[in-house]
């Protein structure tokens, strides 16, 4: 058994979040599932709030109290699936045991606030896109792929939640590279898709950011121009809860009261906006839509569903 301390660096275990103890356990070698693991699927168990995960092709994870991981690697396991694995199962898992919020998405700082917004939706609706874009035009990237809050409901000041600082690294296609003249040789290639890239802006807010807002992208079929909307209490927690990364792990863990009642806190506090966009409008028209509404608090008048 070998027990140490790595640095956020180490290339396999790069986990935006300070202080976590990682230990090499040889005995989760002989430790297996109960269960058949299909090819390239995790198989996952809550016991007592404690995590096991197993993983085919990289190894056994054994996660406690959102501060320690105890690891065993598959021999030549593929460092860039690790990555993957780590920065959405693993970071995830550990961020649902510190009674954390994880939202798949963005969390941009623009130009004139102070606050994070936060940008969430389904795969593919072009949340990296456009907070690529809007970097471009002098917002500051937070996090990417999980954005971590923390809701605090014994703050003694009035702000009571934080967005920390996460991966900073946005994936972007090959594609949307070149049509925003970023040089692609320059970049390493995403965990997840060959054609992808990771582009890091040049502009990175350091500290934990208190949300302003969060707005979830949508592409429905039926509409025609961009269309925003507000939405809060019951219609606010269904458009959230499928934007929460392994929010299963979250639920077994804390109970499905107790991780409503987070979300509740967070909704209580921040707005959740919606941006339907049509089929034919690209990127580069929602990020201007999204500044030119943020710019100008026309967010602020909008009623709720």
Not at 131 to 159: H, M, Q, T
Not at 226 to 235: A, I, T
Request: one cysteine or more.
């Amino acid at each position: 058994m070998k027990e140490q301390v790595l640095p956020l660096h180490q290339p396999n275990f790069n986990i935006p979040i300070d202080n976590i103890t990682l230990s090499e356990r040889e005995t989760l070698r002989e430790w297996q599932p109960p269960v058949k693991v299909p090819k390239d699927y995790f198989w996952w168990e809550v016991r007592g709030g404690e995590i096991y995960i197993s993983m085919p092709k990289l190894g056994h994870f054994h996660v406690k109290g959102g501060i320690q991981i105890d690891y065993s690697l598959i021999n030549n396991a593929d460092p860039i699936a690790m990555q993957a694995f780590i920065s959405r199962a693993l970071f995830s898992s550990i961020v649902h045991q510190r009674h954390e919020i994880p939202i798949r998405g963005t969390a941009i700082v623009s130009r004139n606030e102070s606050g994070a917004t936060i940008f969430s939706g389904k795969s593919g609706v072009g949340k990296s896109s456009i907070s690529a874009i809007l970097c471009l035009r002098g917002w500051s990237i937070l996090a990417d792929d999980i954005c971590r809050i923390s809701v605090l409901p014994e703050a003694k000041s009035e702000i009571n939640l934080f967005v920390h600082h996460g991966y900073t690294a946005i994936q972007l296609t090959a594609d949307t590279c070149n049509r925003l003249e970023i040089d692609t040789t320059v970049l390493r290639p995403a965990a997840t898709e060959r054609d992808k890239f990771y582009y890091t802006p040049e502009r990175m807010a350091l500290k934990q950011r208190a949300p302003t807002r969060i707005i979830i992208l949508n592409r429905p079929a039926s509409t025609s121009r961009l269309e925003w909307g507000r939405c809060s209490d019951e219609v606010a927690i269904a458009a959230l809860e499928p934007q929460m990364c392994r929010i299963e792990i979250g639920k077994a863990i804390l109970g499905s009261e107790k991780m409503i009642a987070l979300v509740k806190s967070l909704i209580s506090t921040v707005p959740v906006f919606v941006l339907s966009i049509p089929q034919d409008v690209g990127p580069e028209d929602v990020a201007m839509e999204i500044e030119r509404a943020v710019c100008d608090q026309l967010l602020d008048g909008l009623g709720t569903r």
